[in-house]
């Protein structure tokens, strides 16, 4: 959403919009010049807003580069509850809504779309391939889920682009609005059970997906993923390290606290990789990422180049506080798979460290459907701090709280608490490594973690 606020804006758009919560980001969004506010109140909708929603609906908005903003749109996600008295309050006048997903779909069909879809490494994999295609000089557009750390945004504009890259999400299967000439898939585990129900549903949802394609284009799967394509559509598989891929890291070793790898791709190799941003994880996206460069027809020697040059995305094994006393990294893992990735990558790079863990779980769904998972993840820190659930769009479900997790992780070393808590508790624990992860609103701690740190950490010698 906030990607679409700055597109609007950069269009000359005047944008204005409601967050449950202030955070840095919309913050940023108001420094752009973006109205938000925070409560669910009717009278806090612009009274210019308020005069033309009032006049006559309109039906039809430009969402399109090539023409002013001339009407009101009102774009809203599933996030927001139906109860939203603000939401309810632009339906009874008829004004003209769209779904985040149907606005992305009308911006992306001006041009060829790279959609990059799966459960989990979307956001890491977009950013990835937008920084490739800067450094390439091929250029595109982007709209992305989380802060590049090389541009200090989530939103690329790049005059005269033919790409668009975008994340396709497949909650309420909003990813059924795009039509990709470069369709990337990077998992598909089960998850967002409340929408689909089954993983068998959601992978059929995939399958479509992967059949709307255009004709001539290209599916980039992770290996060991299948999905049906279309005539004509060519397939290629990607991997950390499986040479059975198209694409795959060779020669994967450490240099410092950086990883090096040889690309195997289908026409060669691109020997001695220095990887920029930190992270097992990210050897993997990278090699995601280069190969849809590379079947892009990217110069390889500036492939090369941009993933040295590749910082990272906020939030995303975000190295917060690297010294020879601590170590802090802040990470969005909310599923089981991603903290199991998350956890390995930190227990790689710092082996025989003590690893502290702060985990909030997302949703009473996630939380209720895999429970065990998440136990099993989480089993493998040295020391647990588990956060209540942040529900965001949900509503509390009987007997889901993060106990069911709690119960059953294996360490003896874990707390329960609330979030307000985790400062004081940390502060009286000698911390070696520290990962918090989550995608909720942990991240507004996150500063205040790594201030204490800090100043704990700087006079200990």
């Given at each position: 959403?906030?990607?679409?606020?700055?597109?609007?804006?950069?269009?000359?758009?005047d944008?204005?919009?409601?967050d449950?919560?202030?955070?840095?980001?919309t913050?940023?969004?108001?420094?752009?010049?973006?109205?938000?506010?925070?409560?669910?109140?009717?009278?806090?909708?612009p009274?210019s807003i308020?005069?033309?929603?009032a006049?006559?609906?309109?039906h039809?908005?430009?969402?399109?580069?090539e023409?002013?903003?001339t009407?009101t749109l009102i774009?809203?996600?599933?996030?927001?509850?139906?109860?939203?008295?603000?939401?309810?309050?632009?339906?009874e006048?008829?004004c003209l809504?769209?779904?985040?997903?149907?606005v992305?779909?009308?911006?992306?069909?001006?041009?060829e779309?790279i959609a990059?879809?799966?459960t989990?490494?979307?956001?890491?994999?977009?950013?990835?391939?937008?920084h490739?295609?800067?450094?390439?000089?091929?250029?595109?557009?982007?709209?992305?889920?989380?802060?590049?750390?090389?541009?200090?945004?989530?939103?690329m504009?790049?005059e005269?682009s033919?790409?668009?890259?975008a994340?396709?999400?497949?909650?309420?299967?909003?990813?059924l609005r795009?039509f990709?000439?470069?369709?990337?898939?990077t998992a598909?585990?089960?998850?967002h059970?409340?929408?689909?129900?089954?993983?068998?549903?959601?992978?059929?949802?995939?399958?479509?997906?992967?059949?709307?394609?255009?004709?001539?284009?290209?599916?980039?799967?992770k290996?060991?993923l299948?999905?049906?394509?279309?005539?004509?559509?060519?397939?290629?598989?990607y991997?950390?390290?499986?040479?059975?891929?198209?694409f795959h890291?060779?020669?994967?070793?450490?240099?410092?606290?950086?990883?090096?790898?040889?690309?195997?791709?289908?026409?060669?190799?691109?020997?001695?990789?220095?990887?920029?941003?930190?992270g097992?994880?990210?050897?993997?996206?990278?090699?995601?990422?280069?190969?849809?460069?590379?079947?892009?027809?990217?110069?390889?020697?500036?492939?090369?180049a941009?993933?040295?040059?590749?910082?990272g995305i906020?939030?995303?094994f975000?190295?917060?506080?690297?010294?020879?006393?601590?170590?802090?990294?802040?990470?969005?893992?909310h599923?089981?798979?991603?903290l199991r990735?998350a956890?390995?990558?930190?227990?790689?790079l710092?082996?025989?460290?003590h690893i502290?863990?702060?985990?909030?779980?997302?949703?009473?769904?996630?939380?209720?459907?895999?429970?065990?998972?998440?136990?099993?993840?989480l089993?493998?820190?040295?020391?647990?701090?588990?956060?209540?659930?942040?529900?965001?769009?949900e509503?509390?479900?009987?007997?889901?709280?993060s106990?069911?997790?709690?119960?059953?992780?294996?360490?003896?070393?874990?707390?329960?608490?609330?979030k307000?808590?985790?400062?004081?508790i940390?502060?009286?624990?000698?911390?070696?490594?520290?990962?918090?992860?989550?995608?909720?609103?942990?991240?507004?701690?996150v500063?205040?973690?790594?201030k204490?740190?800090?100043?704990?950490?700087?006079?200990?010698?």
């Open positions: 959403m906030s990607a679409l606020a700055r597109y609007f804006k950069a269009k000359g758009c944008v204005w919009g409601y449950r919560t202030e955070t840095a980001l913050r940023a969004l108001c420094d752009e010049g973006i109205e938000i506010h925070y409560v669910d109140d009717v009278n806090a909708i009274d308020r005069k033309q929603c006049e006559a609906p309109v039809h908005c430009i969402v399109t580069p023409r002013q903003c009407d774009v809203y996600t599933p996030a927001i509850p139906a109860s939203h008295s603000e939401l309810r309050w632009f339906k006048r008829n809504m769209m779904k985040r997903s149907e992305l779909g009308m911006i992306s069909k001006s041009k779309t990059v879809a799966g989990h490494g979307k956001t890491s994999v977009s950013t990835f391939i937008t490739l295609l800067t450094a390439a000089d091929v250029g595109c557009d982007a709209f992305l889920g989380g802060i590049s750390k090389n541009y200090n945004s989530n939103l504009l790049t005269g033919r790409y668009v890259v994340e396709a999400d497949e909650y309420d299967r909003s990813f795009l990709p000439h470069l369709a990337v898939v598909m585990d089960a998850d059970l409340d929408i689909y129900g089954t993983h068998e549903a959601m992978k059929e949802a995939f399958a479509q997906f992967a059949s709307q394609i255009t004709a001539g284009g290209i599916l980039l799967i290996h060991g299948t999905l049906p394509v279309s005539e004509g559509v060519r397939v290629f598989t991997s950390l390290d499986n040479v059975a891929a198209d890291a060779e020669n994967i070793r450490m240099e410092g606290n950086r990883y090096m790898f040889t690309l195997a791709t289908p026409r060669g190799k691109i020997v001695d990789i220095h990887l920029g941003a930190p097992l994880v990210n050897v993997e996206n990278g090699v995601a990422a280069a190969a849809v460069a590379f079947l892009l027809d990217a110069d390889t020697e500036k492939i090369k941009g993933i040295s040059s590749f910082e906020k939030r995303r975000d190295f917060r506080i690297i010294t020879e006393n601590v170590v802090y990294i802040d990470d969005y893992a599923h089981p798979e991603e990735f956890i390995e990558s930190v227990r790689k710092y082996e025989g460290k502290t863990g702060v985990f909030q779980p997302h949703l009473f769904t996630r939380t209720r459907d895999f429970a065990d998972e998440f136990a099993q993840s089993s493998a820190l040295d020391s647990l701090i588990l956060l209540d659930i942040y529900p965001a769009r509503e509390p479900i009987e007997g889901v709280t106990e069911i997790i709690f119960n059953n992780v294996t360490i003896d070393d874990k707390i329960l608490c609330a307000e808590e985790v400062v004081n940390l502060k009286d624990r000698r911390i070696e490594v520290l990962i918090t992860l989550g995608a909720g609103n942990i991240d507004t701690i500063e205040k973690i790594e204490m740190l800090k100043t704990f950490y700087s006079s200990v010698s």
